[in-house]
T-cell receptor, first 112, second 115 residues
C-alpha cells in the first residue's frame, strides 16, 4: 500500500535554505506533491512533479525526486518568515482516481 | 478567488451523538473528498464522491460514516454515532473534472472533539 513519511519539524534561520524531505513506498507513484498549510487555512498545492522527472524548479522552490530511493525533497531558497507553515508531501498512483496519499506534515519554523 | 468552505469550524459533541459536517465545494468542481487528520498523525483519505455516488472509500469509512450532496452546492459528512477516536480535523476538498494532476482544493477544516 501507499505510505508517505516525513519528519515533523524543521527550524531554520531567515535567509537560509530549507530542505524538507519525504520518503514514499509505492514505486508506481505517478505524481508527487507538496502542499502547504498556513495557520487557520486549508492545504494548498504548492508544487508537484511527475514521476518521470528528476527536478522541478519554480522561483524559490526546487523539488528533487530520487525514484531509486523513493525520496522527494522540497528546497526553499532564501526562506522567509512567511514560509512558516506545515508542508505535506503526497503521492498518487496511476489508476484513474489520482487521489493523493498524504504524510503527516513537516512544520517549518523560520526564526529571525 | 473561489474557495472551499466548511462549517462548523469547531464542534464539540458527546460520544454516541450524530454529527454532520458541511462543505461547499468550488462551484464548477465535480469531484469531492473528505480527509481527516487526527492530531499528530497523517492526513488520511476517507471518501471521494462523483456523480452523486461514492467513487472510492478507505477502510476508515465504515458504516458509521455517510456522505451526501443534498443540493447543488453542499457536500456533507455524517458520523452516526461518534466515538472518542473520531476526534480529528476533517478536511473537505474538491477538484475539477479532467484534472489529472490530482490537484485538490481544500477547505480550512472542521475540528471535531468527541467527549
Amino acid at each position: 500500500g501507499e505510505d508517505v513519511e516525513q519528519s515533523l519539524f524543521l527550524s531554520v534561520r531567515e535567509g537560509d535554505s530549507s530542505v524538507i524531505n519525504c520518503t514514499y513506498t509505492d514505486s508506481s507513484s505517478t505524481y508527487l506533491y507538496w502542499y502547504k498549510q498556513e495557520p487557520g487555512a486549508g492545504l494548498q498545492l504548492l508544487t508537484y512533479i511527475f514521476s518521470n522527472m528528476d527536478m522541478k524548479q519554480d522561483q524559490r522552490l526546487t523539488v528533487l525526486l530520487n525514484k531509486k530511493d523513493k525520496h522527494l525533497s522540497l528546497r526553499i531558497a532564501d526562506t522567509q518568515t512567511g514560509d512558516s507553515a506545515i508542508y505535506f508531501c503526497a503521492e498518487s498512483i496511476t489508476g484513474g482516481s489520482y487521489i493523493p496519499t498524504f504524510g503527516r506534515g513537516t512544520s517549518l519554523i523560520v526564526h529571525p | 478567488e473561489p474557495e472551499v468552505t466548511q462549517t462548523p469550524s469547531h464542534q464539540v459533541t458527546q460520544m454516541g451523538q450524530e454529527v454532520i459536517l458541511r462543505c461547499v465545494p468550488i462551484s464548477n468542481h465535480l469531484y469531492f473528498y473528505w480527509y481527516r487528520q487526527i492530531l499528530g498523525q497523517k492526513v488520511e483519505f476517507l471518501v471521494s464522491f462523483y456523480n452523486n455516488e461514492i467513487s472510492e472509500k478507505s477502510e476508515i469509512f465504515d458504516d458509521q460514516f455517510s456522505v451526501e450532496r443534498p443540493d447543488g452546492s453542499n457536500f456533507t459528512l455524517k458520523i452516526r454515532s461518534t466515538k472518542l477516536e473520531d476526534s480529528a480535523m476533517y478536511f473537505c476538498a474538491s477538484s475539477e473534472q479532467g484534472q489529472n494532476t490530482g490537484e485538490l482544493f481544500f477547505g480550512e477544516g472542521s475540528r471535531l472533539t468527541v467527549l
